[in-house]
């Protein structure tokens, strides 16, 4: 049986697909716009609109195909070498959920550039990986500091009519937690976001917004959840394979 022929006969009722070695799974919800995220597991997530029908996922899949590998056997690569964290010229990190590579050279000034999957570092020591990494990390932040107020002020405006009311926004490193909200109203957000995929920082981000009204995790701050992000528990479930 062909590939073409195999894909003929998916129906939608499946969640689990396969287009040439391309194992992925399709997930439906009131998104507007198709995307595609690769986890660390190595697994493929597609999110489509309602209605969206197979033979359109195949075809976008299908053109996606080369990022799809690339990104999905860099993870297993980093899996079999544990070569991540020397902080090398050549090795991968994750901006935006993107693979990047690092592109380390010598400077008497310190510079951090995000560019079409380069992050270029310089630096006076090129082989010091703790001041590599200490300049990553301010690279990282800075970025955070940019992105981060914007999606937050974007989340707030989107759902105005929940009438959400932070009174302020910290960005810096948080261990165990991507996020956290006081009693007084300040949102907390972790510089590590800014590894990931878009859709997790506005996972977070409307989670810890749904705190200045509930702060809990009772059935009414869930309630509150699944109305301003109805895919929480597939996101939530996806953002567990990323440890920080």
Same mark, same amino acid.
């Given at each position: ?33 198709? /995307? ?5 597991? !190595? ?9 969206? !029908? ?35 010229? *050549? ?30 570092? *310089? ?15 301010? *690279? ?12 937050? !002020? ?24 991507? /996020?956290?909200?006081?009693?007084? *109203?300040?949102?907390?957000? !972790? ?54």
């Amino acid at each position: 049986m062909t590939a073409n022929h195999s894909q003929s006969l998916m129906s939608k009722d499946q969640r689990t697909h396969q287009i040439q070695d391309i194992e992925f799974e399709v997930i439906y919800s009131r998104r507007r716009t198709l /995307g595609i995220s690769v986890l660390p597991d !190595s697994s493929v997530i597609v999110r489509v609109p309602y209605l969206t !029908s197979i033979k359109t996922i195949n075809r976008i899949v299908q053109q996606k195909a080369a990022w799809i590998i690339k990104h999905r056997d860099s993870y297993k690569e980093k899996e079999k070498s544990k070569l991540n964290g020397m902080y090398v010229t *050549g090795e991968t990190h994750l901006f935006r959920g993107n693979e990047s590579v690092l592109k380390i050279e010598k400077s008497s000034k310190a510079y951090v550039r995000f560019y079409e999957g380069t992050i270029e570092l *310089g630096l006076d020591k090129t082989d010091d990986a703790r001041a590599i990494k200490w300049l990553l990390y301010q *690279g990282y932040k800075n970025e955070a500091l940019i992105v981060f107020p914007d999606m937050l !002020s974007n989340a707030v405006k989107k759902y105005e009519n929940q009438m959400f009311r932070p009174t302020g926004l910290v960005i810096r490193t948080m261990k165990r937690r991507w /996020g956290g909200c006081s009693n007084k *109203g300040i949102i907390t957000l !972790s510089t590590e976001l800014i590894k990931l995929p878009d859709i997790y920082i506005e996972y977070v981000i409307l989670h810890e917004l749904c705190h200045l009204k509930h702060h809990n995790h009772g059935r009414e701050y869930y309630r509150l959840l699944s109305e301003v992000f109805p895919d929480y528990k597939q996101v939530r479930k996806e953002l567990r394979k990323y440890i920080q």
